[in-house]
């Protein structure tokens, strides 16, 4: 699923405010080239307007994903021009300025720099630029108008109905996993003997599908107080694609998350750290693949399996039922099931969807997501289509910034005010509420992201929060097209 209607609509906005610069429009205007930048302008807006429409519609229709790469290229080279302009005419302000009596090294300087407005060549191929620029967005729209994009301002700024996270489902309601604790809390508890040539070190795997709650078990486990009185020292450590076998040698283990890596030559060199632990000493492990855990010589390997029916359908309505509003409960009764079956009984996927179908109070609304066409969607790796439906209906201001977060790498850890400032500096945070600031406003915008199960509380440290792997996953397929991050 392609993000760039989102970008595209975020980017007009910029150049906007670019067109509206007073330095620009005074150049404009001395140049004689406003009425063109005004004519940009006007289209612009009529083609933000259906930007939300493209943004459903490319899904199916690939002459609609085509022309928003368009619409992406071409706005682009609209903002290379306007900022060649802004350039010129902050130059032209400066020698304005600037007089030869001030003696200042600025007005040295300056006297050395063209003002490219003078020179034919340049004016000409300006102007050549500007009359393409000119042409290609008329094609663009009408080729909007042949595609039948239509103007929906539905869902621009705020969704159906706000979350509050006084309204969260607690975390710590774990729901259908109180066998499964139990039978593992017996094997990490138990001190007999061990298969494992490090002898007092045994090794207990849980394997699953990504989403259904390893980690989350793994955490109840690691939070109970009989685990805690049992062992005298413990240490959550993350691995995610790199197997740094130093780096985790440094830590003192009690859990391993995510052991992707599976060459065996590793983990026998990681384990010889453990060659000294006491007796009964345990390493819990929770992984996707049941090879990591033969690879790692598990004691015992524990299949986490899907929720039962039963419990899925808990799980659900525990997130998508609301006390305040009857006709919620009425419509869950009637969809549940067919949500539950959608979802493949996967934890992470109703938890989230039913975030989804919380903000939604009406039985249209729950019709029109139950129907969506990406349900219907080939998988892209191993990303639930839940999860992709729940991203399809944020709206816009969130699609773009937690599409932004793929640059964060599996299992970090964030600070809010320090993401806020990040969306700050890329120009994410727009409002027509001037009373509004954008601390404020960011502030607002990741609650919402929180309260919809994008982001969660880290386990590490109370103040900071993280995504989950599949989360982090989604972000990257619909972004990594905008964003890229360089390996250090």
């Not at 033969?294 to 899907?306: D, F, H, K």
């Not at 969807?353 to 080939?378: A, P, Q, Y």
Request: with cysteine; proline share 2%.
């Amino acid at each position: 699923m392609a993000v760039a209607e989102l970008f595209i609509g975020a980017f007009i906005t910029v150049l906007f405010e670019k067109l509206a610069s007073g330095d620009v429009t005074k150049l404009a205007r001395s140049a004689r080239i406003y009425t063109r930048l005004d004519k940009w302008r006007n289209t612009l807006i009529q083609i933000q307007a259906v930007l939300v429409d493209a943004g459903h519609k490319h899904i199916q229709q690939t002459s609609v994903q085509i022309w928003l790469n368009k619409l992406q290229h071409l706005a682009y080279e609209i903002d290379d021009v306007l900022d060649d302009l802004a350039t010129e005419a902050a130059i032209h302000r400066l020698k304005h300025v600037s007089s030869p009596s001030t003696n200042n090294n600025a007005s040295k300087v300056l006297k050395f720099i063209p003002n490219k407005f003078h020179d034919l060549k340049y004016g000409r191929k300006m102007s050549s630029k500007l009359d393409e620029i000119t042409t290609r967005l008329h094609d663009l729209t009408e080729e909007k108008n042949g595609l039948g994009l239509n103007v929906n301002v539905e869902r621009l700024n705020t969704t159906s109905r706000r979350l509050e996270e006084t309204s969260l489902v607690d975390e710590s309601k774990i729901v259908g996993r109180e066998d499964d604790k139990e039978a593992l809390l017996r094997k990490l508890l138990d001190g007999g003997s061990s298969s494992s040539p490090t002898q007092n070190v045994k090794v207990v795997s849980i394997v699953g599908l990504g989403g259904i709650g390893k980690t989350t078990l793994a955490q109840l486990l690691y939070s109970d107080k009989r685990v805690k009185d049992h062992f005298e020292v413990m240490a959550w450590v993350c691995v995610s694609d790199e197997f740094d076998v130093f780096n985790i040698s440094k830590s003192i283990f009690q859990a391993i998350d995510d052991v992707w890596n599976e060459i065996f030559n590793k983990w026998e060199r990681l384990q010889r750290s453990f060659c000294l632990g006491s007796q009964g000493s345990k390493i819990l492990v929770t992984t996707r693949k049941t090879r990591v855990a033969w690879v790692m010589e598990s004691v015992q390997t524990y299949p986490l399996e899907l929720l039962s029916h039963k419990e899925a359908l808990s799980l659900f309505s525990s997130h998508a039922s609301c006390e305040k509003n009857s006709d919620v409960n009425r419509i869950l009764q009637m969809h549940g099931e067919d949500i539950v079956k959608k979802c493949g009984r996967l934890p992470l996927a109703l938890r989230v969807l039913g975030r989804v179908f919380r903000t939604k109070s009406t039985f249209e609304e729950w019709e029109k997501l139950l129907n969506s066409e990406i349900w219907n969607l080939d998988d892209e790796g191993e990303i639930p289509a839940a999860l992709r439906l729940s991203y399809h209906d944020l709206p816009p201001h969130l699609k773009q910034i937690f599409t932004y977060c793929c640059l964060f790498p599996k299992d970090y850890t964030f600070d809010k005010d320090e993401l806020v400032l990040l969306w700050m500096a890329e120009g994410f945070l727009h409002h027509p509420n001037e009373d509004k600031t954008m601390e404020n406003l960011g502030d607002e915008y990741f609650k919402e992201l929180v309260s919809r199960s994008f982001f969660q509380h880290s386990t590490k440290f109370e103040s900071k929060y993280t995504m989950h792997d599949l989360l982090n996953d989604l972000a990257m397929s619909v972004g990594g097209e905008f964003f890229f991050m360089m390996d250090s």
